[in-house]
């Protein structure tokens, strides 16, 4: 499974806390689920170029960067900014039950999926018993 603890974003969430300053919206808001023997990751990116996400692995740790470049000219007045521009990333810490060799990433209409197999050794299997009149099998 999906670790859900991340130490840098809990040390980012209490420097605020601290320092009284308020923190933006995630750049990056994220879903993740299990779908049979897939789990599933879905994050928002809207505004971003395909070209400008970047995957890695790195033993079980993913990290996703991306890029939204603004949309306005150097001449541009701006007078709301509220959709966040420049590089962001996000780290997935990957249990040992899951494929990181096998991770499946598609981009449509600003959603990042990423599709990460359970790992075979982690699946249920059934395991056969000798001896006795018969064999029989009992799930494991």
Request: overall charge negative.
């Amino acid at each position: 499974m999906l670790m859900r603890t991340d130490p840098f974003r809990e040390l980012d969430r209490l420097t605020q806390q601290v320092l009284g300053t308020t923190a933006r919206p995630a750049a990056m808001p994220m879903d993740a689920y299990r779908d049979k023997d897939t789990f599933v990751v879905e994050l928002d990116l809207p505004g971003v170029d395909p070209e400008r996400i970047d995957l890695d692995v790195e033993r079980n740790v993913l990290t996703v960067r991306a890029e939204r470049l603004p949309s306005t000219g150097e001449d541009t007045e701006v007078v709301v900014a509220e959709r966040p521009t420049g590089v962001f990333s996000r780290r997935l810490f990957l249990g040992e039950t899951l494929d990181a060799e096998r991770i499946d990433a598609s981009y449509d209409a600003g959603v990042l999926r990423l599709r990460i197999p359970v790992a075979e050794q982690a699946k249920p299997r059934k395991i056969a018993i000798s001896g006795g009149e018969g064999r029989r099998q009992i799930s494991g």
